[in-house]
Nanobody
Framework: QVQLVESGGGLVQPGGSLRLSCVAS????????MGWYRQAPGKERDMVAR???????NYADSVKGRFTISRDNAKNTVYLQMNRLKPEDTAVYYC??????????????WGQGTLVTVSQ
């Protein structure tokens, strides 16, 4: 069983910063893609940022230059540094992993979500 534990969400003023963390544990032989998605009220879940095993990254256009994704492979942890936050960044942020488990093959897992609210 693989579990994801997210942390770092909260309330921040426009222009502020937050850092999200997601720690994966369990039957993970190798970690492939790690990423963050978000879902605002009444909207679909969209990709925010993803990072591959060789640290290649891609970002949604709306966060380029403001958000930075990184990972610590030794700790199976992915981070999302969010700077110059805007009210439109308000959403539930979900951690996502795509990994290989011996005997089960490639699988994916979502975190439970952490709320980020950007408001005065």
């Amino acid at each position: 069983q693989v579990q994801l534990v997210e942390s770092g969400g909260g309330l921040v003023q426009p222009g502020g910063s937050l850092r999200l963390s997601c720690v994966a544990s369990g039957s993970i032989f190798s970690m492939n893609i790690m990423g963050w998605y978000r879902q605002a009220p009444g909207k679909e879940r969209d990709m925010v940022a993803r990072i591959t095993g060789d640290s290649s990254t891609n970002y949604a256009d709306s966060v380029k230059g403001r958000f930075t994704i990184s990972r610590d492979n030794a700790k199976n942890t992915v981070y999302l540094q969010m700077n110059r936050l805007k009210p439109e960044d308000t959403a539930v942020y979900y951690c996502y992993i795509y990994y290989y488990s011996i005997g089960r093959g490639y699988l994916e897992r979502w975190g439970q979500g952490t709320l980020v609210t950007v408001s005065q």
